[in-house]
């Protein structure tokens, strides 16, 4: 009985190795997560940062830390503070709003075309939907200021509108692309079943096909909402003189961002968190 427990021991110590090997497995047994945490660390760092300086107490610039009177407050009771801050804001809600709500329906429409229905210049249509978000911003604004520009016998001026219709052509790809994907994944059978049951096209489409892809568009409009939003290569070759918040940003950089687009721009961060989280609350009570 001894003999066989020492030679248990003995075996069950070389399998446990040095304290160097035992980190070494219990690293590699977490690896993904360890790099997963890095990874959310590093993308939330300049979300902290952001969060941090709208307390700072500055005077001039807002780019160094000011000890004196800080953390404040101040800022978040008056968002709208620094002067052009809430009017540029208005303009990116604006465009985005209009932008998503063309881009989403266009987008759906086309992507309807492209899965249920057969026609010639169909690959040519799949190449040019995929086209937009394969091209370089930079190359895309400067062909799109050309168009404004020279094109239509110089009828654009730019401003608010070419803003729009910019941000709906790049926009317009995204959409076709998620909700092309929601489509493919339905299953055709639901809609043969609703004909079957002497249901026309039009109620089979909004009883049947439109609420399975809502969450589909949905996404979709959001995904829209948060490029239009976010924006800033292609908006400054278009904008003309018009201000978003993107560029309202960037040339406040050189003095320090306003401790009020740091209040503006956390709260937007914080809402599209809200709206990730509520999604997929909702979605996994649909699931259950």
């Known amino acids: ?15 446990m190795g040095s304290p160097l090997q035992r980190v070494g497995r219990w690293i590699g047994d977490r690896f993904a997560m360890i790099v997963a945490l890095f990874v959310l660390v590093y993308l939330f760092v300049p979300v902290a940062y952001t ?17 004196e009177g800080s953390p404040t407050l101040k800022h978040w009771q008056d968002p709208c503070g620094a002067i052009g801050v809430c009017e540029s804001l208005g303009v990116s809600l604006k465009v985005g709003v209009i932008a998503t709500v063309v881009a989403t329906a266009l987008g759906t429409l086309i992507a309807l075309a492209m899965v249920r229905y057969r026609f010639k210049g169909k690959a040519s249509g799949n190449f040019l939907i995929f086209l937009p978000m394969a091209t370089p ?37 995204f959409v076709v692309v998620t909700v092309k994907a929601r489509l493919q994944s339905l299953d055709p059978r639901l809609e043969e079943a609703a004909q079957d049951l002497y249901a026309g096209p039009i109620e089979t489409f909004w009883r049947v096909t439109f609420p399975l892809l809502l969450p589909g568009i949905v996404s979709a409009a959001l995904l829209s909402f948060s490029l239009s939003f976010d924006d800033f290569i292609i908006t ?44 997929q609350i909702i979605g996994n009570r649909r699931k259950a």
Not at 1 to 15: C, G, I, L, S
Not at 52 to 60: G, L, P, V, W
Not at 238 to 266: C, D, H, M, W
């Open 51 to 67: 969060f941090a300086f709208s307390f700072n107490n500055y005077k001039k610039s807002n780019i160094s830390w000011n000890p």
């Open 236 to 279: 400054s070759f278009v904008s003309g003189n018009e201000t978003t918040f993107p560029k309202f940003v960037y040339v406040s950089y050189l003095r320090g961002i306003p401790a009020q687009a740091n209040v503006i721009g956390f709260s937007m961060f914080v809402i599209a968190v809200s709206l990730v989280v509520l999604g």
């Open 137 to 173: 911003e930079i190359v895309m604004g400067a062909s799109l200021l050309t168009i404004f520009v020279q094109g239509f016998g110089g009828i654009f001026e730019l401003g608010f509108w070419t803003i729009v219709i910019a941000h709906i052509m790049f926009c317009l790809s």
């Open 1 to 15: 009985m001894t003999t066989t427990t020492a030679a248990r021991r003995a075996d069950v110590a070389p399998a």
